[in-house]
């Protein structure tokens, strides 16, 4: 069962995913690029009950990380520590914060992918990356309300996705698992799912719209 939520990354993603899920009642650790110090007052503020701390701490006390931070910078994480972490990665390459990428950005690149080569050994999802920081903000309600929006997970370890899934029912969406990490790809920027904000069944069709060939 996960009590703790590890979040690398103290952006608009990172503190809203903490401020949800220190809201959901697990234990929540966010890290940033640098010395807790440096987002302690951001945290307290944008997610009460969460705490600053250091990757090497989100990496050791937590069930789960979600990596909250830029695509470009994934190679700053330290694989060794997230060795056999439940680790969902809500990352997406944007050019105008990661530059100009082919191996990034090309045609058909699963960027979770890249980011489970470099974490060799994590359980990596995908997670978190299609919805808008505003619309998890806006839209995360109780299971059961009537048109609550879907978060699409994708995995090849089908127990790490139902981990992640029941965090993101717990944080206020339906889950939708996918077949696996490759089914994934329709989740990303320049695919029909990318930036859905609607129900489980409608997110279904926008996934399958983008897997057909
Ligand atoms: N914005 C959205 O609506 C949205 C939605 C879904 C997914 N995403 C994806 O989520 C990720 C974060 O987006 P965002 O909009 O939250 O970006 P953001 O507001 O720019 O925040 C990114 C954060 O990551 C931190 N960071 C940089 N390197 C780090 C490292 N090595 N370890 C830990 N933290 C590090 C940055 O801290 P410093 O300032 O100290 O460098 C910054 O606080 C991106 O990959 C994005 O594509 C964004």
Redesign the pocket.
């Known amino acids: 069962m996960t009590a703790t939520v590890g979040i690398?990354?103290?952006?608009?993603?990172?503190?809203v995913l903490a401020r949800l899920a220190a809201r959901a009642g697990y234990r929540v650790l966010v890290?940033?690029?640098?010395a807790p110090q440096?987002?302690e007052l951001t945290v307290q503020v944008l997610a009460p009950g969460a705490e600053a701390t250091t990757?090497d701490v989100v990496a050791a006390e937590s069930d789960i990380v979600i990596?909250?931070?830029?695509?470009g910078?994934h190679v700053?994480?330290d694989a060794a520590a997230l060795r056999g972490k439940v680790v969902a990665d809500?990352?997406?390459?944007?050019w105008e914060?990661d530059g100009h990428r082919e191996d990034l950005g090309g045609e058909g690149v699963n960027t979770t992918r890249l980011v489970a080569s470099h974490l060799e050994g994590a359980r990596i999802v995908k997670a978190?990356?299609?919805?808008?920081?505003?619309d998890?903000e806006d839209f995360a309600q109780p299971a059961g309300t009537p048109g609550r929006r879907a978060i699409a997970v994708a995995s090849d370890d089908a127990d790490a996705a139902a981990q992640v899934a029941a965090l993101v029912d717990a944080l206020g969406f339906d889950p939708l698992v996918l077949a696996d990490l490759d089914a994934g790809i329709a989740l990303q920027p320049g695919h029909p799912a990318f930036g859905a904000n609607t129900s489980r069944e409608e997110l279904l069709g926008l996934v399958a719209a983008g897997t057909v060939a």
């Open positions: 690398l990354g103290a952006g608009k993603v990172g503190t890290a940033g690029s640098g440096k987002i990757a990596l909250a931070l830029p695509l910078k700053q994480l809500s990352m997406n390459y944007w914060t978190f990356n299609h919805m808008g920081y505003h998890l």
